[in-house]
């Protein structure tokens, strides 16, 4: 089992920047692929990034490449997106997830078996 909750999310306005973090319990943080995605009202939710293992490869959808910044600190169980130059476009619930059966990346939706209960960002003047 594991369990996630995301924090950070809030108000910003256009331009400015938000960190969220996802604290995860449970099996070994250290071994699993973990991934970030978002879903806004009346779409569905899609990738954002993911982190492999050991922090050390990311990948990004492209709407968010060169803002979006993904990483982990795996002494603190914790994984973080850094957001910056927010468009209203953003807007929307950020959910953190979790695949303890794969250390590389992963943006397949169905690959994650662990969520968040998400956290709303809105990116409104």
């Known amino acids: 089992q594991v369990q996630l909750v995301e924090s950070g999310g809030g108000l910003v306005q256009p331009g400015g920047s938000l960190r969220l973090s996802c604290a995860a319990s449970g099996r070994t943080f250290s071994s699993y692929t973990m991934g970030w995605f978002r879903q806004a009202p009346g779409k569905e939710r899609e990738f954002v990034a993911t982190?492999?293992?050991?922090?050390?490869?990311?990948l990004y959808t492209d709407p968010v490449k060169g803002r979006f910044t993904a990483s982990r600190d795996n002494d603190k169980n914790t994984l973080y997106l850094e957001m910056s130059s927010l468009r209203p476009e953003d807007t929307a619930v950020y959910y953190c997830?979790?695949?303890?059966?794969?250390?590389?990346?992963?943006?397949?939706?169905?690959?994650?078996?662990?969520w968040g209960q998400g956290t709303q960002v809105t990116v409104s003047s």
């Open positions: 997830a979790a695949n303890p059966t794969w250390s590389g990346l992963s943006s397949y939706l169905r690959a994650y078996t662990y």
């Open positions: 982190i492999n293992s050991n922090g050390g490869r990311t």
